[in-house]
Protein backbone atom coordinates (compact mmCIF):
# COMPACT_ATOMS: atom_id res chain seq x y z
CA UNK A 1 0.00 0.00 0.00
CA UNK A 2 1.53 3.14 -1.31
CA UNK A 3 1.77 6.29 1.24
CA UNK A 4 -0.21 9.12 0.99
CA UNK A 5 -0.57 12.60 2.96
CA UNK A 6 -2.82 15.91 2.36
CA UNK A 7 -1.36 19.44 0.95
CA UNK A 8 -3.96 22.13 1.82
CA UNK A 9 -5.01 24.33 -0.83
CA UNK A 10 -4.66 28.11 -0.84
CA UNK A 11 -8.45 28.61 -2.29
CA UNK A 12 -7.59 27.87 -6.47
CA UNK A 13 -10.04 31.23 -6.66
CA UNK A 14 -6.76 33.08 -4.95
CA UNK A 15 -3.60 30.85 -5.00
CA UNK A 16 -4.27 28.61 -8.28
CA UNK A 17 -0.53 29.22 -9.52
CA UNK A 18 1.36 28.92 -5.80
CA UNK A 19 -0.71 25.51 -6.11
CA UNK A 20 0.14 24.19 -9.19
CA UNK A 21 3.84 25.32 -7.99
CA UNK A 22 3.60 23.69 -4.89
CA UNK A 23 2.64 20.67 -6.22
CA UNK A 24 5.29 20.49 -8.23
CA UNK A 25 7.62 21.10 -5.53
CA UNK A 26 5.96 18.45 -4.13
CA UNK A 27 6.62 16.04 -7.28
CA UNK A 28 10.41 17.15 -6.70
CA UNK A 29 9.90 15.18 -3.60
CA UNK A 30 8.44 12.06 -4.50
CA UNK A 31 5.00 13.24 -3.32
CA UNK A 32 2.33 13.43 -6.36
CA UNK A 33 -1.04 14.59 -6.75
CA UNK A 34 -3.38 11.99 -6.92
CA UNK A 35 -6.94 13.55 -6.41
CA UNK A 36 -8.69 16.50 -4.82
CA UNK A 37 -9.61 16.38 -1.45
CA UNK A 38 -11.54 18.35 1.23
CA UNK A 39 -9.85 21.94 0.99
CA UNK A 40 -6.74 20.56 -0.95
CA UNK A 41 -4.81 17.46 -2.30
CA UNK A 42 -4.39 14.23 -1.42
CA UNK A 43 -0.82 13.07 -2.54
CA UNK A 44 0.85 9.78 -3.12
CA UNK A 45 4.62 9.06 -2.54
CA UNK A 46 7.00 7.53 -5.01
CA UNK A 47 10.03 8.44 -7.62
CA UNK A 48 10.70 11.75 -7.38
CA UNK A 49 9.78 13.94 -11.14
CA UNK A 50 10.23 17.17 -12.67
CA UNK A 51 6.88 17.65 -13.74
CA UNK A 52 4.67 21.21 -14.21
CA UNK A 53 1.06 20.82 -13.05
CA UNK A 54 -2.16 23.14 -14.76
CA UNK A 55 -5.81 23.47 -14.07
CA UNK A 56 -8.57 23.82 -16.42
CA UNK A 57 -12.45 24.62 -15.81
CA UNK A 58 -14.69 22.95 -17.78
CA UNK A 59 -17.95 21.26 -17.66
CA UNK A 60 -18.08 18.00 -19.31
CA UNK A 61 -20.99 15.29 -20.43
CA UNK A 62 -19.54 11.65 -20.68
CA UNK A 63 -19.52 12.40 -24.46
CA UNK A 64 -17.16 15.26 -24.52
CA UNK A 65 -14.79 13.77 -21.66
CA UNK A 66 -12.77 11.46 -24.19
CA UNK A 67 -12.34 14.19 -26.75
CA UNK A 68 -11.49 16.46 -23.91
CA UNK A 69 -8.55 14.75 -22.23
CA UNK A 70 -7.31 13.85 -25.52
CA UNK A 71 -6.79 17.13 -26.54
CA UNK A 72 -4.73 17.60 -23.99
CA UNK A 73 -2.95 14.18 -24.07
CA UNK A 74 -2.03 15.50 -27.66
CA UNK A 75 -0.71 18.74 -26.51
CA UNK A 76 1.48 16.43 -23.60
CA UNK A 77 -0.44 17.00 -20.64
CA UNK A 78 -1.40 14.13 -18.97
CA UNK A 79 -4.98 14.09 -17.15
CA UNK A 80 -4.01 13.28 -13.31
CA UNK A 81 -7.39 14.09 -11.53
CA UNK A 82 -10.91 16.43 -11.86
CA UNK A 83 -13.39 17.31 -9.22
CA UNK A 84 -16.62 18.69 -10.28
CA UNK A 85 -15.94 20.89 -13.34
CA UNK A 86 -12.10 21.32 -12.02
CA UNK A 87 -9.28 19.46 -14.35
CA UNK A 88 -5.69 19.35 -13.61
CA UNK A 89 -3.00 18.14 -15.80
CA UNK A 90 0.46 17.69 -15.24
CA UNK A 91 3.35 17.06 -18.47
CA UNK A 92 7.16 17.33 -18.21
CA UNK A 93 8.99 20.65 -16.85
CA UNK A 94 8.82 22.24 -20.20
CA UNK A 95 5.85 21.17 -21.83
CA UNK A 96 4.22 24.48 -23.90
CA UNK A 97 1.18 25.66 -21.37
CA UNK A 98 -1.97 25.02 -22.29
CA UNK A 99 -3.38 28.82 -22.28
CA UNK A 100 -0.89 31.09 -24.31
CA UNK A 101 -3.27 33.34 -25.78
CA UNK A 102 -5.94 35.62 -24.30
CA UNK A 103 -8.81 34.69 -25.42
CA UNK A 104 -7.96 30.82 -24.14
CA UNK A 105 -6.86 32.18 -20.51
CA UNK A 106 -10.12 34.50 -21.07
CA UNK A 107 -12.39 31.62 -21.45
CA UNK A 108 -11.01 29.19 -18.53
CA UNK A 109 -11.59 32.40 -16.32
CA UNK A 110 -15.60 32.34 -17.41
CA UNK A 111 -15.57 29.05 -17.03
CA UNK A 112 -14.46 29.43 -13.30
CA UNK A 113 -16.95 32.30 -12.63
CA UNK A 114 -20.08 31.10 -14.17
CA UNK A 115 -20.74 28.18 -11.54
CA UNK A 116 -19.51 29.95 -9.06
CA UNK A 117 -21.81 33.76 -9.86
CA UNK A 118 -25.16 31.34 -9.70
CA UNK A 119 -24.80 29.57 -6.35
CA UNK A 120 -23.39 32.78 -4.81
CA UNK A 121 -26.88 34.07 -6.31
CA UNK A 122 -28.44 31.11 -4.88
CA UNK A 123 -26.85 31.19 -1.46
CA UNK A 124 -27.60 34.86 -0.75
CA UNK A 125 -31.26 34.36 -1.97
CA UNK A 126 -31.32 31.51 0.86
CA UNK A 127 -29.84 33.34 3.35
CA UNK A 128 -33.07 35.73 2.56
CA UNK A 129 -34.98 33.39 3.10
CA UNK A 130 -34.07 31.69 6.14
CA UNK A 131 -33.71 35.71 7.89
CA UNK A 132 -37.40 36.07 7.00
CA UNK A 133 -38.11 32.92 8.31
CA UNK A 134 -36.27 33.80 11.66
CA UNK A 135 -37.97 37.05 11.84
CA UNK A 136 -41.76 35.74 11.77
CA UNK A 137 -41.29 32.54 13.83
CA UNK A 138 -41.04 31.45 17.56
CA UNK A 139 -39.83 28.40 19.31
CA UNK A 140 -37.82 26.08 17.92
CA UNK A 141 -38.94 27.11 14.30
CA UNK A 142 -36.83 30.04 15.52
CA UNK A 143 -34.34 28.40 16.69
CA UNK A 144 -33.82 26.00 13.49
CA UNK A 145 -33.77 28.97 11.18
CA UNK A 146 -31.23 30.63 13.35
CA UNK A 147 -28.67 28.10 12.78
CA UNK A 148 -29.63 27.89 8.97
CA UNK A 149 -29.43 31.34 9.00
CA UNK A 150 -25.93 31.13 10.37
CA UNK A 151 -24.75 28.74 8.14
CA UNK A 152 -26.53 29.95 4.96
CA UNK A 153 -23.93 33.83 6.25
CA UNK A 154 -21.12 31.48 6.09
CA UNK A 155 -21.68 29.77 2.84
CA UNK A 156 -22.28 33.30 1.01
CA UNK A 157 -19.10 34.48 2.50
CA UNK A 158 -17.48 31.75 1.52
CA UNK A 159 -18.55 31.80 -2.18
CA UNK A 160 -18.48 35.53 -2.55
CA UNK A 161 -14.96 35.52 -1.51
CA UNK A 162 -14.32 32.82 -3.85
CA UNK A 163 -16.25 35.05 -6.99
CA UNK A 164 -14.13 37.72 -6.06
CA UNK A 165 -10.80 35.90 -6.28
CA UNK A 166 -11.97 34.76 -9.76
CA UNK A 167 -12.98 37.89 -10.86
CA UNK A 168 -9.57 39.23 -9.68
CA UNK A 169 -8.04 35.74 -11.51
CA UNK A 170 -9.77 37.09 -14.83
CA UNK A 171 -9.23 41.13 -13.95
CA UNK A 172 -5.16 40.68 -13.60
CA UNK A 173 -5.49 38.16 -16.91
CA UNK A 174 -6.78 41.00 -18.61
CA UNK A 175 -4.62 43.61 -17.60
CA UNK A 176 -1.28 41.60 -18.49
CA UNK A 177 -2.79 40.92 -21.81
CA UNK A 178 -3.13 45.25 -22.39
CA UNK A 179 -7.13 44.78 -21.71
CA UNK A 180 -7.45 44.19 -25.73
CA UNK A 181 -11.35 42.59 -25.35
Known amino acids: MKKTKYMMSGGLAFTEASDMKKLRKKSLQGWHLKKFSMLGYRLEEGKPEDVIYTIDYRFLDEENKTEYFELFRVAGWEHVC???????????????????????????????????????????????????IKLRSEGITNLVS?????????????????????YYLKWKRHSRSGGEE
Not at 102 to 114: A, G, R, V
Not at 151 to 157: G, N, P, Y
Open 82 to 132: SEYNMHIFKAPKGTKPIYTDKDTTKEKYKSLIKPIQKLTIMSAVMLLLFLI
Open 146 to 166: TWMTFIMLITFAMLAMTLTGA
